[in-house]
């Protein structure tokens, strides 16, 4: 723990932590900072100008990124027929219909992302409660409810990740790995920005990007100038 704290503290040191960088300067400084010794993520941090109490307000939806996120992604699919051999031939680590909703309920959850067509979706029930709290249910507003399997294994391996409006409308998204070049992790970051302002609720009141703050697994936060970064993409 000493050692987290100086890290933290020479961290610190080399930048104005009350200060809004630009976005060039920001990755900079996080990538400066991104010390530890694994390569760490990239993440944003967004903060919404809404209510997520309103149900038309609530955001969730999904960005592929430019550069990917440098993870590899476990994906599974729940589905029937010709379209286990889609998914199959697509890449996806896991397909299957009834054998492989046994083996979920049985407590096997080696995957990232699960994807299933609609005609299983009513089979899925049972799993409600198993794969609800860790986020997994899959669901057509993030693109794991559909017909079209192949092209969503693609997809989530090629790096789309879910956007959603927490408590207090903040998004957590992760936009790369520090060992990227800068440019990829901007683009990546101004993708996830631009997505965003494109979900903007009409409900919504004020300020809608009230604030924008990117940084490393072990390393600190570096705050965005959100006027600079919006006009920028």
């Known amino acids: 723990m000493p ?15 009350n200060k809004l960088y630009g976005l060039e300067e ?5 990538k400066e900072n991104a010390t530890a010794k694994f ?4 993440d944003l941090a967004l903060k919404l100008g809404i209510d997520v109490k309103k149900a038309d307000q609530q955001i969730r939806s999904t960005v592929v990124l430019p550069n990917g996120t440098g993870k590899t992604v476990r994906v599974a699919v729940i589905a029937k ?3 286990v051999k889609e998914a199959e031939a697509a890449g996806a680590d896991a397909a299957g219909a009834e054998d492989l909703i046994e083996k979920i309920a049985g407590g096997w959850m080696e995957f990232d992302i ?19 709290p860790k986020g997994l249910m899959p669901n ?7 017909a079209e399997v192949g092209r969503a ?18 998004v957590h998204v992760p936009a790369g790995k520090a060992s990227f070049g800068a440019d990829k992790l901007e683009a990546n970051i101004l993708a996830v920005v631009d997505t965003i302002m494109k979900l903007k609720p009409a409900t919504a009141k004020g300020t809608y990007l009230k604030s924008l703050a990117v940084s490393s697994t072990m390393g600190v936060g570096v705050k965005l100038d959100t006027n600079a970064i919006i006009n920028k993409k």
């Not at 050692?3 to 932590?17: E, P, T």
């Not at 693609?154 to 903040?170: L, Y």
Request: no cysteine; charged share 30%; glycine share 10%.
């Open 81 to 83: 027929g010709d379209k």
């Open 140 to 146: 057509p507003k993030v693109g794991t409810v559909t």
């Open 153 to 170: 294994v693609k997809d989530f391996k090629a790096g789309k990740v879910e956007i959603r409006a927490e408590k207090n409308g903040i």
């Open 114 to 132: 699960l994807i299933a067509t609609p005609d299983v979706m009513a089979q899925l029930a049972k799993l409600g409660r198993v794969l609800g």
């Open 3 to 17: 050692k987290a704290g100086k890290r933290i503290a020479k961290a610190y040191s080399n930048f104005d932590k």
């Open 39 to 42: 390569d760490e993520t990239i």
């Open 26 to 30: 920001a990755v900079k400084i996080v």
